[in-house]
């Protein structure tokens, strides 16, 4: 053993040394022991996209489903990594499913990162792209939250409702605001999601983008003409979170589109 606990295979299996490898094997060396950190040498030749180490291991019946120390498998190692052609090869042995320890799968690690031809291929291969993690969390609010425009036009197109809810009420649209993607809540919108679905304090995409001064984000919103007048828990409109967070720009692009706005007969009170 070598420092970390790693043996003279796991260190192979990070360069990509198919005949080392094979030449260790055959000398009886441990194909899935672990090092300090519980990574097996499937793990290392997936974390560098060694496709024929992979070939080798997955040959010699290497167990597919060994998790690190953080819950993670080597199928993991390829989605976080964008290293398709090794997905592929782990897919085709049904492990894309295993989860890590917060729930999330491949498709929620190809998402983050905003690997859409990852994305393409897991879809290829009928992934369910509703699943959620431990949060509530879809792939979709994933990619939404770090502004990846193309992985969201994927998971749209394949079909993924944009209108699910993660454990806080928040739909993709809501994260988008949050995080202050525009070119997502452009694409969101176009795909016809509800603009005016509220999370559990009863905000709206408008009243986040208010609170926090996403001014382009904000305009988008009241473009596609949302509902400027629904109230939130706190009995506020977006307007209204606008004014009190003293966010002058936000309070022009609402009030240009809501001539009539303070009409009470008009609000949408967040229903408890």
Request: hydrophobic share 40%; charged share 20%.
């Amino acid at each position: 053993m070598f420092q970390e606990g790693r043996s003279a295979l796991h260190f192979a299996a990070l360069n990509g040394h198919v005949n080392v490898c094979e030449y260790l094997l055959d000398q009886g060396c441990n194909l899935d022991a672990q090092d300090s950190v519980g990574y097996s040498p499937l793990h290392r030749a997936a974390s560098q996209g060694h496709v024929q180490a992979l070939e080798l291991f997955l040959k010699k019946g290497c167990a597919v489903d060994t998790q690190d120390e953080n819950g993670n498998a080597a199928v993991h190692e390829a989605a976080w990594n964008g290293y398709s052609q090794t997905l592929d090869l782990l897919i085709k042995f049904h492990i894309f499913l295993l989860l890590f320890q917060n729930g999330n799968a491949a498709v929620h690690e190809a998402a983050w990162n905003g690997y859409s031809q990852t994305l393409d291929l897991l879809i290829k291969f009928n992934c369910n792209i509703q699943l959620t993690n431990k949060a509530g969390f879809t792939a979709l609010h994933l990619s939404a939250q770090n502004g990846h425009n193309q992985s969201t036009r994927v998971l749209l197109l394949a079909g993924c409702n944009a209108d699910v809810k993660n454990n806080y009420g928040d739909t993709a649209l809501h994260t988008a605001a949050r995080y202050g993607h525009a070119g997502v809540t452009r694409i969101l919108i176009s795909a016809r999601c509800c603009l005016n679905e509220q999370n559990k304090n009863g905000d709206t995409a408008l009243h986040i983008a208010a609170a926090l001064k996403r001014r382009k984000i904000a305009k988008l919103l009241v473009d596609a003409s949302i509902d400027v007048y629904v109230r939130n828990k706190q009995n506020e409109t977006a307007m209204e979170v606008a004014r009190r967070k003293e966010h002058q720009e936000i309070i022009v692009i609402i009030s240009s589109f809501a001539r009539d706005f303070g009409n009470n007969n008009e609000d949408v009170v967040y229903d408890k």
